[in-house]
């Protein structure tokens, strides 16, 4: 069971957790969110033929999540069908991540230790995520003591259906955990709630073993009774965990995209309130 107390922000007694200052990359493709209250276009003004209506960008900086009625993705791990991911985490633009003695200061070698790129699509039935992460060093211990999936090699993906930033988790708000090697479970509150439905996620390892990929697709019935339009707003965050020990289930380090604050609720576990924005638009 997973408390609160145990989550990923508090786990590495070794390590000096850095909570803000963080440079954000605010190149073209990043964009992390600002953390203000979402201006969400009217889906009234978005109406046209096609159900995707026309394609727009994102007030501010909020993430986009690009319609994919008609052509939805193939749930079987291969990204190719997405093309180039839309957003990357990296070391240099998380919001939180562990301390910054777990990184070498150079790019190239910190990102193959741990980075990752996803992207984001939705049709009338589902919302799709694509992650692939990079990882030069598997951490996988399924038969650990005390065994938690977040503790190995493994993606946290975050969801605020209806975007209404509660405190506690609601029946829209959503904390799936899955690892590399495919096991899994859904949290509430930082308390285990349930294992991810088996038929809504796959994870597929990179033939050179130095990656792997997870796409989910999440039914809108899961994420409240909002209308499914372009425009629609959403909390999405996410977090790569990366366990670098061969040998014992540890939490090497994380990063996470953008859920954290100085005050109050700071971690994703705890609440949806500090969630980055997403919004659905066309194709």
Not at 209 to 226: D, H, K, Q, T
């Amino acid at each position: 069971m997973r408390s609160l107390a145990a989550s990923p922000l508090l786990l590495c007694a070794a390590c000096t957790f850095r909570f803000s200052g963080v440079p954000i990359d605010n190149s073209a493709d990043l964009a992390a969110p600002a953390g203000d209250d979402l201006a969400v276009v009217a889906a009234g003004d978005l109406a046209a033929a096609d159900p995707c209506g026309p394609s727009f960008t994102p007030q501010g900086s909020t993430l986009a999540v690009k319609c994919a009625i008609g052509t939805p993705p193939s749930l079987d791990g291969d990204l190719s069908e997405w093309g180039t991911l839309d957003y990357k985490l990296t070391h240099t633009n998380a919001q939180s991540q562990s301390s910054a003695a777990a990184w070498t200061g150079t790019p190239a070698q910190d990102d193959a230790d741990s980075s990752a790129q996803f992207s984001l699509r939705w049709d009338l039935s589902y919302l799709f995520v694509a992650v692939h992460v990079d990882d030069d060093i598997r951490g996988l211990h399924p038969n650990a003591p005390m065994y938690q999936p977040y503790l190995d090699d493994a993606i946290e993906l975050y969801l605020d259906g209806l975007h209404d930033r509660t405190g506690p988790y609601g029946a829209d708000d959503h904390q799936l955990v899955v690892t590399e090697d495919g096991h899994n479970g859904e949290y509430k509150d930082g308390q285990l709630a349930g294992a991810v439905p088996a038929a809504d996620f796959v994870v597929k390892e990179d033939p050179t073993g130095v990656g792997f990929a997870v796409e989910f697709r999440v039914p809108w019935s899961a994420l409240g009774g909002g209308a499914v339009v372009n425009g629609r707003a959403l909390g999405v965050d996410l977090e790569i965990d990366d366990d670098d020990n061969t040998t014992d289930q540890e939490l090497t380090r994380y990063l996470t995209w953008w859920n954290m604050s100085s005050t109050g609720c700071n971690f994703p576990p705890a609440c949806t309130s500090n969630f980055g924005a997403a919004q659905l638009v066309g194709r």
